[in-house]
């Protein structure tokens, strides 16, 4: 299984970005899909989660309003748009996939983990 992760990079505050993550060696259409992010000494923290079918998001109030997370599942690919940047963005972002129905917002239910791609919102 392997998830790679794209689309960082350096953005003024205001500014939009969008992230990708492609997903192979796995049946994409039965995982859960999450985007979280890690701030440099913090601990990893949900952004959004989406469903098998992309019928139900979840995501953290710190970004509701700004970020949409949405899926293909012909292309086995899940997105993270990113509107509205804040100095605070800030941060590595990983996308990672987890078996089964449900949306989990703990990094320790998550079965597969892409390597990261930085995001970085300057004032």
């Known amino acids: 299984v392997q998830l790679q992760a794209f689309g960082g990079g350096l953005v003024q505050a205001g500014g939009s970005l969008r992230l990708s993550c492609a997903a192979s060696?796995?049946?994409?259409?039965?995982?859960?899909m999450g985007w979280f992010r890690q701030h440099p000494g913090k601990e990893r923290e949900i952004v959004a989660a989406?469903?098998?079918?992309?019928?139900?998001?979840y995501y953290a109030d710190s970004v509701k309003g700004r970020f949409t997370i949405s899926r293909d599942n012909a292309e086995n690919t899940v997105y993270l748009q990113m509107n509205s940047l804040k100095p605070e963005d800030t941060a590595v972002y990983y996308c990672?996939?987890?078996?089964?129905?449900?949306?989990?917002?703990?990094?320790?239910?998550?079965?597969?983990w892409g390597q990261g791609t930085q995001v970085t919102v300057s004032s």
């Open positions: 990672a996939g987890k078996q089964g129905y449900g949306l989990r917002s703990s990094p320790g239910e998550y079965d597969y």
């Open positions: 060696g796995l049946t994409f259409s039965r995982y859960t």
């Open positions: 989406l469903s098998w079918g992309g019928g139900s998001a």
